[in-house]
């Protein structure tokens, strides 16, 4: 049985990676055997075939189920958003999260069409993290309370998690962790965000920079790099990818913020994603690269970057797609087809 214990430091969460449960051998054997019977060739469907072993290993059962699919989004205000890294005012934060809860966002619409429950869970809007150009963004307390917030946020019984995002300024801060994470100048991973032009974005790259050497002393660890440079949401994020595999519930990752949340796991933990697919590439210029980093590879590229966890939501319906054919289709003997000699 998964722990649910809350996590009662930062070593804790170390140790926490450290024991996290493997994939069903047995599952994703049986759902890879189901998938070489039905009447198409062997991988004429792709990366649909994939998909459908991938749930299975993770389900635990062939074959595997899209009963209840949730969409999981965590919204925070960061300290550095003052500074003016974004297009828009901090009070868009709020504001956007009740049009969550009136329904009339596109990530609403796109559960909607999924079949997803949409949960929101904002998190101390009226209290920003701390400027990162000249503080710490969070305490350990404060940092050690999102994770939990974000592994209690986590519904029992789910077959599918889509994971994402809201937050004025959180590009910036994902671009940061990603710049503390793997190295690189700030202007490899910072962009427009919410939709800078150059000038702006030129901004935000100085910004991010002045961040980064205000902290790095601290980029060997990456629970401090979390800590120093993150927000509560993406530290919530990180705590519902590890509930989520204690779990073995299948995520399904967003973007370029919810990438960086991701990134910080793996990087204390090499096999930390293993029940995660990226859902699409965004158009955030840093997205692809810090995919490469993360060795995942991308099921949608449409030139989203809303964030909202829009693009995971859309990925839910390729899911959809790969259990219809898994289960739907017959086998060639079923069919009385002939397979190849």
């Known amino acids: 049985m998964a722990s649910t214990h809350p996590i009662s430091s930062l070593d804790d969460l170390r140790r926490r990676l450290g024991q996290l449960p493997p994939a069903d051998a047995a599952a994703a054997a049986a759902a890879a055997a189901r998938q070489a019977e039905l009447t198409k060739p062997r991988g004429a469907l792709g990366r649909l075939e994939e998909l459908a072993i991938w749930l299975a290993a993770w389900q635990g059962r062939d074959p595997p189920a899209l009963e209840r699919v949730a969409a999981l989004v965590f919204a925070g205000n960061h300290g550095v958003a003052a500074r003016g890294v974004s297009a828009y005012p901090s009070a868009v934060t709020a504001q956007m999260v009740a049009n969550f809860e009136a329904g009339g966002a596109a990530i609403n619409q796109l559960c909607r069409a999924a079949g997803a429950e949409l949960t929101v869970v904002p998190l101390e809007l009226d ?88 902290h790095a002393e601290a980029f060997g660890s990456p629970v401090e790099i979390l800590r120093r440079l993150g927000g509560r949401e993406i530290a919530a994020m990180a705590g519902a990818i590890l509930a989520a595999r204690e779990r073995r519930v299948p ?70 797609a790969a259990l219809a054919c898994h289960t739907g289709m017959a086998t060639f003997a079923s069919a009385g087809v002939s397979d190849r000699s």
């Open 127 to 214: 209290r920003p993290t701390a400027d990162f150009c000249t503080a710490a963004a969070m305490s350990e307390a404060e940092c050690l309370d999102a994770i939990q917030r974000g592994m209690a946020a986590l519904a029992p019984d789910l077959d599918l998690l889509a994971l994402g995002e809201m937050g004025i300024g959180n590009t910036a801060a994902a671009a940061a962790i990603c710049a503390a994470l793997y190295g690189g100048p700030a202007a490899w991973w910072t962009g427009p965000g919410s939709g800078l032009d150059r000038h702006g974005v030129a901004h935000k790259t100085a910004v991010v920079g002045r961040g980064l050497m205000c």
């Open 251 to 320: 995520v399904l990752l967003d973007g370029f913020v919810a990438g960086a949340a991701a990134a910080v796991l793996q990087a204390l933990e090499p096999a930390a994603l293993d029940h995660v697919r990226a859902a699409h590439r965004s158009a955030e210029p840093a997205h692809p690269r810090l995919l490469e980093r993360l060795r995942l590879r991308p099921l949608l590229d449409l030139d989203m970057r809303l964030g909202e966890a829009s693009g995971a939501a859309l990925a839910i319906l390729l899911c959809r």
